[in-house]
């Protein structure tokens, strides 16, 4: 007769985290996103681009995801209470960044200035920046403090960013070589972020995670790379070598970049977000015995 | 300096949950929370089989990582080593209950009781609104602790000042003390047996010291 090596009792093993959802998952959906299209239209203001219209587009997905947020918070009026502690917290390092860069943002609309500008695309990395440090500081996700989880977390935020750019080429930048400037520059973004999703993925099983998380983040794998990085990287090709519709290409190809991003936070924030779950180094001496080996319940990895 | 830890003799404890029962009776938390609970672990392949009980609860760290992520400063980190949470200033943005790897947090959205909407007397006299849509945890019984301030009581040695779980224990597995002081009984239980701490490795530095084995 053979027993389950480990039967837990309740809640031992890591199990999914339920206290933010897709509320949450908005702010670093919409927000990365948000803050990546600022410092990519800031980039391309230094050729002459009017990105007035993008600018808009930046600081309203910014400003969606604050939203989500402020509606997922138990206490939301007391929400300002949140910028009390910038000595250690990237949650409050992340808020202070937002008045900054609607402030900046708006003065850019208001005054046309180039600095302004810049000025709206720094603070708009700083919010991806922060948003990706946020995650890495919560040691009870292990999916999300690995230290490989950072890099690909404000990667896809900017390769959202260069992608909704390279979408509104065919809007904003009529000359052919600033097209193909933008979308060279989202190809690479594009590899970057592949690169440093594989990277994370392989971490993740050489380091060893819990299996829920390993799970969820296995199954998006293949179509992420499939339909989220290859196919908007074809697409912008085609956009960029003057093929028949090759506007519509580029927009296309911006559109299903940033889905792909979108999927893949929602994936990182929802699905793979499991707890560290319990272990012990050792099992109690009782009577007589020795005592018994480690336990770790619920955790995978090579 | 003092510094307030627990220790649990795992070799002790035969997972009554009696300590469960007296932090819920203590505290008042509602259905589904328990701010101290027992995990019960079953391991190894028949004939060859152990069942383990592990008490679980805020370990209140050296270094909170929810200190840490608070961004409100609602979570403390107290000279005496107890991790409190200001129910006044916490938005209830659960950023702490990501941050804490030892699920001891929790943030219920509305008034629940054990029988339904209304309090049963013990939860009546205990209730807190403002623990309502915020962070909560277990507070080491933080007002028996202030308390021995003004008595000159010492916390866990003298019942009045001592957390609920640790006077409850049947088996006498739970200890709780300064561990400052080398006379307190959680510094002679450290020194004469081998002990681990969950989750060292996260370099959270928890104040709940698992006692295994005799030196």
Partial sequence: ??????????????????????????????????????????????????????????????????????????????????????ATSWMTREAAVAPFVFGSGVLALATGQSLFV??????GACFVYAQARILAADKGIPAWR??????????????????????????????????????????VLLLVRVLLWRNYLRGLRSDGAPEGSLRALSAIDGPLLKYGNLLPAVLLLVGVLGAPLAGAALILAGLVAVAGGWWFKYTLVRRAAYTQGFAIPHLPVRGRGPAGPAVKPGWGGT | MTRYVMAIDLRRCVGCQTCTAACKNANATPPGVQWRRVLDLETGEFPDVRRSFVPVACMHCDEPPCEEVCPTKATTKRPDGLVAIDYDTCIGCANCVMACPYEARSIVHEAKFAYGDKPI???????????????????????????????????GRDPDVTPACVNSCISGAMAFGDIDDPDSKVSRLLAETQHFRMHEELGTGPGVYYIWDKK
């Avoid at chain 1, 990105?51 to 939203?67: C, E, K, P, Q, S």
Wanted: hydrophobic share 50%; proline share 5%; glycine share 10%.
């Fill in chain 1, 1 to 86: 007769m053979k027993a389950a090596k480990i039967r837990s009792g309740d809640r031992v093993s890591p199990h999914q985290q339920h206290n933010w959802d897709w509320r949450a998952a908005s702010n670093f959906i919409a927000g990365g996103t948000g803050g990546g299209l600022l410092a990519f239209a800031a980039f391309a203001s230094l050729w002459g681009t009017d990105v007035r219209a993008l600018l808009v587009v930046g600081m309203a997905l910014i400003g969606v995801g604050l939203t989500c947020v402020w509606f997922e918070i138990g206490k939301p009026w007391r929400a300002l209470n949140v910028y009390r502690h910038l």
């Fill in chain 1, 118 to 123: 810049l000025l709206t695309g720094i603070f």
């Fill in chain 1, 146 to 187: 690995h230290p490989r989880c950072m890099p690909v977390v404000a990667a896809t935020g900017f390769a959202e960013g260069a992608s909704l750019l390279a979408a509104a080429a065919p809007f904003v930048i009529p000359q052919v070589a600033g097209q193909i400037a933008v979308v060279t520059g989202a190809l």
């Fill in chain 2, 121 to 155: 007397k013990s939860e009546e006299v205990r209730f807190d609104p403002a623990r309502i849509s915020v962070s909560m945890k277990c507070t080491f019984c933080i007002d028996r602790i202030d308390l021995a301030a003004k008595t000159g009581q010492v916390p």
